[in-house]
């Protein structure tokens, strides 16, 4: 703890000071997420639909979440390049899949099909029924596979150290060399805070998109 309280640690002059480390960390997760929601929930989307099509697309994302992280960084390193956001993105990515795509469906499938057919009965067309019905009635379970996604990220984002990105983890990695076990202890704390930080907002999302929902089902 006592690293995390010296003020010179929090000098914004310095690259390596613990707020420009963390800003450095939020952007990269940032981005992750990012990119793993616009190529994650549309392929929910139409595996809900086309259901014969879930079993092969979870089973790939299954097995590509299964390749361990810094076994994913070295092979991406001679075609992205060492110290490259790309090499760190693309795996990151890869590994939100499962849970994306398995949550955007389950709250898809999870619908009364009566509903549905409500909307349709209004005249509504199929893009209409999607964003007016579909995906807002599927968002708690959506922002459920967000959380477990977000709080992954965090935690393997630190690892992009070694590929020679800034991240909190610079202050485990870094470290270990002299052994500095204060700073380590800092760079851990500092990385599970932010993980918890990151859960508890997207639960009290979740929360409130749940009670949005019960509200609209009894109306």
């Keep these: 703890m006592h690293y995390i309280l010296q003020p010179n640690n929090y000098n914004l002059s310095d690259p390596g000071s613990i707020p420009n480390l963390f800003i450095a960390h939020l952007q990269l997760v940032g981005i992750v997420m990012l990119i793993s929601l616009i190529i994650a929930i549309p392929i929910g989307i139409l595996v809900a639909r086309y259901r014969q099509l879930y079993f092969p697309v979870v089973s790939i994302s299954g097995l590509l979440y299964t390749i361990p992280s810094l076994a994913a960084f070295a092979f991406l390193i001679p075609i992205t390049g060492f110290g490259s956001s790309t090499t760190a993105i693309i795996p990151l990515v890869i590994y939100n899949q499962l849970v994306l795509i398995r949550n955007t469906a389950t709250g898809i499938n999870g619908i009364d099909p009566l509903l549905i057919e409500v909307g349709r009965a209004m005249g509504m067309k199929p893009y209409q029924v999607l964003f007016r019905i579909t995906l807002p009635l599927a968002l708690p379970a959506i922002v ?76």
């Excluded at 996604?149 to 470290?175: E, K, P, R, W």
């Excluded at 599970?192 to 949005?212: H, K, N, P, T, Y």
């Design 144 to 219: 459920a596979g967000i959380r477990i996604a977000t709080v992954t990220t965090v935690g393997i984002a630190a690892l992009a150290s070694f590929i020679g990105l800034t991240t909190l983890g610079d202050l485990i990695f870094q470290n270990l060399a002299v052994y500095d076990p204060d700073a380590i202890a800092a760079g851990a704390i500092l990385i599970a805070a932010f993980a918890i930080l990151a859960d508890l907002l997207l639960l009290a999302l979740q929360i409130g998109l749940s009670r949005g929902r019960s509200a609209l089902s009894v109306a």
